[in-house]
Nanobody, 124 residues
Framework: QVQLIESGGGLVQAGDSLRLSCAAS????????MGWFRQAPGKEREFVAA????????YYPDSVKGRFTISRDNAKNTVSLQMDSLKPEDTALYYC?????????????????WGQGTQVTVSS
């Protein structure tokens, strides 16, 4: 049974940093592209970051590029999202996701497994 368990969310002020982590089990972690997505109330799910199987390639949308950094540790089966210079518009439920294949696809429908999410709230 595949499990993705996110942690690290919380309430912070604008300009602060936060680091999210996702622990994976039940899958061959090093063979999966890992991604982070977020969804704010009343809004569609949004792609945040993706990282290749080896960790050598990353992909971000313009909305977080330069502020967020995704990384992974294949020895520990974990993927992290370092979020700096947080803004109120970053407030959302953040999900970790895994997909087979090699493309850093931003479409959530291409991901096979999802975590339950961790809440990030940024106050102004």
């Amino acid at each position: 049974q595949v499990q993705l368990i996110e942690s690290g969310g919380g309430l912070v002020q604008a300009g602060d940093s936060l680091r999210l982590s996702c622990a994976a089990s039940g899958l061959t972690f090093r063979m999966n592209v890992m991604g982070w997505f977020r969804q704010a109330p009343g809004k569609e799910r949004e792609f945040v970051a993706a990282i290749s199987q080896s960790g050598g390639t990353t992909y971000y949308p313009d909305s977080v590029k330069g502020r967020f950094t995704i990384s992974r540790d294949n020895a520990k089966n974990t993927v992290s999202l370092q979020m700096d210079s947080l803004k109120p518009e970053d407030t959302a439920l953040y999900y970790c996701a895994a997909r087979t294949g090699v493309n850093l696809n931003p479409r959530g429908t291409t991901y096979n497994y999802w975590g339950q999410g961790t809440q990030v709230t940024v106050s102004s």
